[in-house]
Structure formats: C-alpha cells, structure tokens
C-alpha cells in the first residue's frame, strides 16, 4: 500500500514585529485567527472541509488556553472543527504540522490546518508562590475577624511581580545563556555573529524590496486604525560595526547581544495541508509536498542547549530518501547568530558526526548561498509557535521562485529540542 502523500496547499501569516509594539493591544486569538481566515480565503476552499486544527503557542493567555480553539472562534470558520493546543516550544509551529500529516497519513483526516500564534505582548506579569498562596487564603476566610487577622500577615513584597523570562527550570538558565555557553563551546567569535545578524538583516530587506513576502504575508488592522503591512523589526541600515557597539545582555564578556538574537516578537501563521488524493479530488494547485519530519533530544547538562537539530538532520534525510548534497534550500532558524553558526560547525565536522552520531563522516558542507536566503529569525522576529509554520511558507515559495525541488528546515527549541523537516516544492 502506497504511503498518502501530505500536500501543502497554501498559508498565510501576519507581520511579525516587535513585542509591545503595534499589535500591544491585540490578543493571541485574534491573530490566530487573522492567519486561518486568511489561509482559507487564499485557498478558495470550503471552510466545511477542514477536518481538524492544530495551533502551537508557548505562553498561552491565563484564559483561553487552547488558543487553537480561541483563535478558531475569532477566525469566524465553523465551530465544528476540533482543535488542539501544541508547546514543543519554538518547534511548536512545525510540530503542529507534523501532527496534521501523521493524522493525514493515518487515513484519519483529509484536510487540516497547522500553525502557530504567540503574543509576547499579552503575557501577563506573574507572582511569587507566597503572594498566590496568601491571596487564596484571604478568599477563603469567611468572617470579617478572619479576613484582618489574614490582612495583617500582608507583606509589600508579595505585589512584587515576576518578570516573564525564558528559563530552564532544570539549568536555571536563560536560552540567552545557554546560547552565550554554545558559542564559547564552538569558539563562536562575537564578530562572526554580528557579520552573520547584519547579513540577515539585509536578505530580509531585500526580500521585502523586491516583493517576495507579498506572497503569503497579510496586512493586520489595529485597534487604533493602523494597518500593518510588512514586518517592523528589520534594519535596512544596520551594520556588522554598527552591532559591534552592543553590550552583551547575558553575561558581562559574553558575545551574544540585541543585535545578534532574534527578538521577542508578536505573530501568527498557519498552513493547509491536505492529503494529494483529497487535493486532486478538489483540482487544487499546491505549493509543495512534506518529505520527512524527524525530531531529536539532548541530555542538557551533557550536551548544548540548541544543539538539537544537528542529531535530527540524518534521520530527515533518511526519512525523506534524499542525501545532503540534493538540498537546493537550508532554512535555519535563527534562535541566536551563535547558535546558527554552531550547528553550521557540527554539520560540517567529521569529528563531531564521529563522536555525536557515530559517522564516518560529517553530515555535510554548508553551501551559505543556500542558507536562510530570504533573512530569518533575527530580523523577521520569532512568535515563538508560529516560527515553524513561517519557515515552511517561506520555504516552499522561495523554492517555487527559484524553480528548484528540495528545503530543509532546521528549528532548535527550548529543553534541548530539535525538529527537522524536508520539504518538495511542486
């Protein structure tokens, strides 16, 4: 029996810009919904049709956590299709893919929807555990003399708020952290990641200049009657110099700053997917086909943070049937320059494939004019569950622009995590 093949049919997503901006006042779900609405409208498809929705966000709002199902319900499509919630952290995106194909090509669903949404600018401040616990106490004292003999235990500091941070629970470090840690690791030099962000800067630039993210990028309106149109935190003028002048922001004689990390970022995207024999039934034209999906985890206190990706990429190819050399396309995300630049070095290093994977050989050479061709994370931004989804929309219409076949997709994530994935355009 011959293996359905999982069809990606359209997309769209938002802007992405920078948290706290423009999109401040505009919740996860609206977002979300702004990119499934408009996933539909491209696609001319009967919105009847979507069998399921996967949506992937990391900080989800305090109500309405199942954003997939939020996001459904303010993208005006019928209330009648499931939906799920997907955290493989900045993977999330293209995990909610994956699980949209598995379930294609289980036979269990013809038509799905996958993508992703975060809203850095809606995460709400949290409280220590004694300033939760003290105020759950107060509700439940019932007389007036148990409500004052509580209040009088009151303590300034428990309306103290905690700042959101990206942290280990296990390490206890930031991702910024364990990034600075990788780049000493690989003997990343500060000046090779700020060559690395300004060059990403200017592809993105370019990019938007000659109208390629017009393909799949949508104008948001805001509260405030402001229509965004295209991403906001790209810098045409910036300079490796320039970035140069920045302070490290995680360690005093670290190397990774502002300038060479992608920055918090508000953003939503999503994809239909379809199984080929449904799209044929339908005479739809797709954009490409999902060759393989491979996923990998470190031991974290053994190994680096984001170095994920690089174990996952042979069990890609395999999957996929292809080799390294057949790639036309390399799509990283861009967590940190340093960590770019450090999976770029174990992907090219016989010792490391020798010692990390048992090779006989390196996974393969870069060629960088293959690499992130259109900018990435670090000028693009990254909505943490929406990145996957971004990156297989810009993938697969650079590869259509070029007239050439094979992408690799490449996301490190939070707890030590990688996904890769090959994708055809057709």
Not at 158 to 165: I, V
Not at 230 to 244: F, G, V
Not at 389 to 403: F, N, V
Request: hydrophobic share 40%; proline share 6%.
């Amino acid at each position: 029996m011959t293996r359905e093949r999982v069809m990606v049919v359209n997309g769209a997503r938002t802007p992405f810009v920078r948290a706290r901006t423009v999109f401040k006042k505009i919740p996860p779900s609206t977002l979300g919904g702004v990119a499934l609405r408009e996933t539909i409208a491209r696609s001319h498809l009967d919105p009847n049709l979507v069998e399921e929705i996967y949506f992937g966000i990391v900080s989800p709002p305090a109500d309405g956590t199942n954003i997939s199902r939020e996001a459904l319900f303010d993208s005006g499509l019928p209330p009648t299709i499931p939906c799920t919630t997907i955290n493989r952290y900045c993977a999330s995106g293209a995990e909610a893919a994956a699980g949209i194909a598995a379930k294609i090509i289980a036979g269990q669903i013809d038509i799905g929807i996958a993508g992703g949404v975060e809203s850095i600018s809606s995460v709400r401040a949290l409280f220590s555990q004694e300033a939760t616990d003290f105020f759950q106490d107060m509700g439940r004292a019932k007389t007036p003399t148990q409500k004052l003999a509580h209040l009088a235990r009151f303590k300034p500091r428990l309306l103290t708020p905690h700042a959101p941070g990206i942290k280990e629970p296990t390490t206890g470090l930031t991702m910024g952290q364990s990034g600075d840690l990788m780049a000493r690791e690989f003997k990343i030099s500060r000046e090779e990641q700020d060559q690395f962000a300004a060059n990403s800067h200017k592809k993105a630039h370019e990019a938007w200049e000659r109208g390629f993210y017009r393909s799949h990028v949508v104008p948001v309106g805001t509260p405030d009657g402001k229509v965004i149109d295209r991403d906001t935190d790209i810098r045409s003028d910036t300079s490796a110099e320039k970035l140069s002048r920045l302070r490290p922001v995680f360690y005093p004689d670290g190397t990774i700053t502002a300038g060479n990390a992608s920055p918090l970022t508000d953003g939503a995207a999503a994809v239909l997917l379809m199984s080929e024999t449904k799209m044929n039934a339908l005479q739809m034209t797709p954009l490409g086909v999902i060759r393989g999906v491979a996923s990998a985890a470190v031991n974290i206190h053994q190994e680096p943070l984001l170095i994920g990706p690089a174990f996952a990429i042979p069990r890609a190819l395999k999957q996929a049937g292809i080799r390294w050399e057949d790639l036309d396309l390399i799509e990283m995300h861009e967590a940190f320059a340093a960590q770019v630049l450090s999976t770029l070095q174990a992907i090219e290093s016989k010792k490391w494939a020798q010692e990390k994977l048992g090779l006989d050989h390196a996974i393969g050479q870069v060629d960088r004019s293959k690499l992130n061709v259109n900018g990435g994370s670090i000028p693009l931004g990254h909505p943490f569950g929406a990145t996957g989804a971004r990156m297989i929309l810009q993938t697969l219409h650079e590869l259509k622009a070029r007239k050439k076949k094979l992408g690799l997709i490449s996301i490190c994530a939070a707890g030590g995590l990688g996904l890769v994935m090959i994708v055809e355009a057709l």
